[in-house]
């Protein structure tokens, strides 16, 4: 299996500009998680799907913030518009219902100028 | 409000010199407490699973333990190889998502 897939693994971009993060899940798992990491916060939840439906995105920071499930098999999270403060490690988890065993992503080092 | 307490933030060991790291919890229901490690670069790798108090899980030179309010991962002769951050989670109740603490950074030198 090649476990949980993220892309870009990088992102630069401009303060404003619209970022798309994409996720494909390990085949099989139905929760998928969005989380976000700085070295202030730590290891923040932003959304959980279960079943490609929203359960919890009250880690959701503002409407600038959007995920989406269209299928099992894919994921994305938007900030649009960025700005620097989005800047962090975005990771993308999954696991077999409501497991804690989470499986991870390589994550998505995001830096908004 | 559910909250996860990990300390030291960071430690530094030389080979062969055992050492425990704590996380104290503060949660409604606990349904599961979880230890990750997390290399630079990567995600967060899962370690263990601990549902009630008085229970203990090893794997190689770890073993976790949990009471009421609080977790120990114990290392015994730690080597290099296991410098890493070490994460603490907690789960509560039927839901899915995981409240992290902010992680020990492990450095074992040579």
């Known amino acids: 299996d090649a476990g949980v897939i993220q892309s870009p693994r990088h992102e630069v971009t401009e303060m404003g500009q619209e970022v798309t993060l994409r996720c494909k899940p390990i085949?099989?798992?139905?929760?998928l998680f969005w989380y976000r990491q700085t070295m202030m916060r730590g290891l923040e939840l932003l959304i959980y799907f279960n079943n490609n439906v929203p359960i919890d995105d009250s880690g959701m920071p503002e409407d600038r913030f959007s995920a989406k499930m269209p299928n099992a098999s894919f994921s994305t999270l938007k900030i649009q518009p960025s700005e620097p403060r989005d800047s962090a490690v975005y990771f993308c988890a999954s696991s077999f219902g409501t497991s804690g065993e989470q499986f991870f992503g390589p994550g998505t080092r995001l830096t908004v100028l | 409000e559910d909250q996860v307490t990990q300390s030291p933030e960071a430690l530094r060991l030389q080979e062969g010199e055992s050492s425990s790291l704590n996380c104290s919890y503060t949660v409604s229901g606990l349904r599961g407490l979880f230890w990750y490690r997390q290399d630079p670069g990567k995600g967060p790798e899962f370690l263990f699973t601990l549902y009630s108090a008085g229970e203990e899980k090893e794997k190689e030179r770890l073993k976790a333990t949990l009471t009421k309010k609080e977790s120990f991962l114990h290392i015994t002769a730690p080597k290099p190889e296991d410098s890493a951050t070490y994460l603490c989670a907690v789960q509560r109740g039927s839901q899915g998502n995981l409240i992290f603490g902010k992680g020990t950074k492990l450095s074992v030198k040579p």
């Open positions: 085949s099989g798992h139905n929760s």
